[in-house]
C-alpha cells in the first residue's frame, strides 16, 4: 500500500504556542488529504478535508481559524493548532487518497499532542 | 442517523477462534467498504477494501458485504494475540470522504 509519513509523532507545548504537525505521501501524489482527530477509545472525527491548492473545508464545529490547514503541494499538508490551550491534547491524524482510480486512504502514524 | 453504525462493545476472544465484526450504514450511495486495523497509538492502516457485495478473502481474513441489507463484516479465522487492536469500518462514496464506525476493541488471549 501507499505510505504516509506524519511527524512528528508526540510533541509537549505549553499553552498559548502553535504547533504544526506534517503529512508527506511518500510514493503518491495526494490530491486530497483528511485531518482527523482522535480521543481515547473514540472513532476518528474528520476535521477538515484538503485539496491541493485550494481552500480546506471544515466540519461543523471546528474552528478554521484555530486549526490551520495548508496543502500546497500534491505531496505536504500541514496542520497548524495555534494558540493551543490544555482541551487541545488530542492525537491528530491524517489521511491522504491519490487522484486516480483508488478510493482507499492511506493513514499517516498519528501526532499526539499534549498541551501543558 | 450516523452513516456508519459499529457496536463499539470490546470483544475478547481466546487465541485461535473465529472474530466477528459488524457494521451497519445507511446511505445507499455508498459503494466503497473498509476495514482499518488500528493499534494503541498508532494510525489506523488499511486491511480490507472492496467495493462489490459478496465476500474477499486475504489469508486469515475475510470481509462480506451485502448491499442489500447494509451490512459489512469482518472476520478473522485463526485469531492471534497480535490480532489485538481497534478495528474500524468505513465507507465511502465517489471521491468523497471516508464515514467511519466507532471501531471494535479486540482483545486475543493466548
Known amino acids: 500500500g501507499a505510505v504516509v509519513s506524519q511527524h512528528p509523532s508526540w510533541v509537549i507545548c505549553k499553552s498559548g504556542t502553535s504547533v504544526k504537525i506534517e503529512c508527506r505521501s511518500l510514493?503518491?501524489?495526494?490530491?486530497?488529504m483528511f485531518w482527523y482527530r482522535q480521543f481515547p477509545k473514540q472513532s476518528l472525527m474528520l476535521m477538515a478535508t484538503s485539496n491541493e491548492g485550494s481552500k480546506a473545508t471544515y466540519e461543523q464545529g471546528v474552528e478554521k481559524d484555530k486549526f490551520l490547514i495548508n496543502h500546497a503541494s500534491l505531496t505536504l499538508s500541514t496542520l497548524t493548532v495555534t494558540s493551543a490551550h490544555p482541551e487541545d491534547s488530542s492525537f491528530y491524524i491524517c489521511s491522504a487518497r491519490d487522484g486516480g482510480a483508488r478510493t482507499e486512504a492511506f493513514f499517516g502514524q498519528g501526532t499526539r499532542l499534549t498541551v501543558v | 442517523q450516523k452513516e456508519v453504525e459499529q457496536d463499539p462493545g470490546p470483544l475478547s476472544v481466546p487465541e485461535g477462534a473465529i472474530v466477528s465484526l459488524n457494521c451497519t450504514y445507511s446511505n445507499s450511495a455508498f459503494q466503497y467498504f473498509m476495514w482499518y486495523r488500528q493499534y494503541s497509538r498508532k494510525g489506523p492502516e488499511l486491511l480490507m477494501y472492496?467495493?462489490?457485495?459478496g465476500n474477499k478473502e486475504d489469508g486469515r481474513f475475510t470481509a462480506q458485504v451485502d448491499k442489500s441489507s447494509k451490512y459489512i463484516s469482518l472476520f478473522i479465522r485463526d485469531s492471534q494475540p497480535s490480532d489485538s487492536a481497534t478495528y474500524l469500518c468505513a465507507t465511502a462514496y465517489g471521491n468523497n470522504r471516508l464515514a467511519f464506525g466507532k471501531g471494535n476493541q479486540v482483545v486475543v488471549i493466548p
Open positions: 472492496t467495493y462489490s457485495s
Open positions: 510514493d503518491f501524489q495526494a490530491t486530497t
